[in-house]
Nanobody
Framework: QVQLVESGGGLVQAGGSLRLSCAAS????????MGWFRQAPEKEREFVAA??????WYANFVKGRFTISRDNAKNTVYLQMNSLKPEDTAVYYC?????????????WGQGTQVTVSS
């Protein structure tokens, strides 16, 4: 399994931006599908975005606002979040899996808190 460490969360005003990072251990990072999920208080964890070798996937509620990217040389995946809304407030988790279908059953980070004030 790969170990994941998220960073970059914090408090931001509505309309602002944050960039989350997720650093992964291991020498096979480029072969993983990497993704971001989030969980707001009293809500189920939900998919946000994912990136493979040549594909990206986004939840409808972040299209046009969030961008996922990866740097395989640094074993890091990023989530650039723009035009943040109060409803984006959640703990954001990084995940790694063999495919988009198995992503949620793969490795997980500890999460980073994002709070968007109105």
């Amino acid at each position: 399994q790969v170990q994941l460490v998220e960073s970059g969360g914090g408090l931001v005003q509505a309309g602002g931006s944050l960039r989350l990072s997720c650093a992964a251990s291991g020498r096979t990072f480029s072969s993983y599908v990497m993704g971001w999920f989030r969980q707001a208080p009293e809500k189920e964890r939900e998919f946000v975005a994912a990136i493979g070798r040549d594909s990206q996937w986004y939840a409808n509620f972040v299209k046009g606002r969030f961008t996922i990217s990866r740097d395989n040389a640094k074993n890091t995946v990023y989530l650039q979040m723009n035009s943040l809304k109060p409803e984006d407030t959640a703990v954001y988790y990084c995940a790694a899996g063999g495919s988009i279908a198995t992503l949620s059953g793969g490795s997980w980070g500890q999460g980073t808190q994002v709070t968007v004030s109105s």
